[in-house]
């Protein structure tokens, strides 16, 4: 079983930067970031296609974002820009196994393969 490790994180002012990476044991066909909120649904904040760096991003990132692969050492990087308290959360690194089922790039039953979280705190 492959597994994740995330590190990254922390507390950040609001209009700042933070950047999370995501290290898999082995080989992932995509890996990214979900992340959830205190009382709100865990949503997508971008996947990229191992090997091929084809990243999407979700809906609210608008630009602040951007995440990357290095296949070499199997590793994403999410580097986060403009930073607002709404993007307080815990995030989540993911990512899918060879032989997982796909229900699309934004779904979390795509990802089989979850690492444990780490933190991001906004504050205003």
């Known amino acids: 079983q492959v597994q994740l490790v995330e590190s990254g994180g922390g507390s950040v002012l609001a209009g700042g930067s933070l950047a999370l990476s995501c290290a898999a044991s082995?080989?992932?066909?995509?890996m990214g970031w979900f992340r959830q909120a205190p009382g709100k649904e865990r949503e997508v904040v971008a996947i990229?296609?191992?090997?091929?760096?084809?990243?999407e991003y979700g809906d609210f990132v608008r630009g602040r974002f951007t995440i990357l692969e290095d296949n070499t050492k199997r590793t994403v990087y999410l580097q986060m820009n403009d930073l607002d308290p709404d993007d307080t959360a815990t995030f989540y690194c993911?990512?899918?196994?060879?032989?997982?089922?796909?229900?699309?790039?934004?779904?979390?039953?795509?990802?089989?393969?979850w690492g444990q979280g780490t933190q991001v705190t906004v504050s205003s």
């Open positions: 993911v990512a899918s196994a060879g032989d997982d089922p796909f229900y699309g790039w934004d779904s979390r039953s795509s990802y089989s393969i």
């Open positions: 990229v296609m191992t090997a091929l760096g084809r990243p």
């Open positions: 082995g080989y992932t066909r995509r």
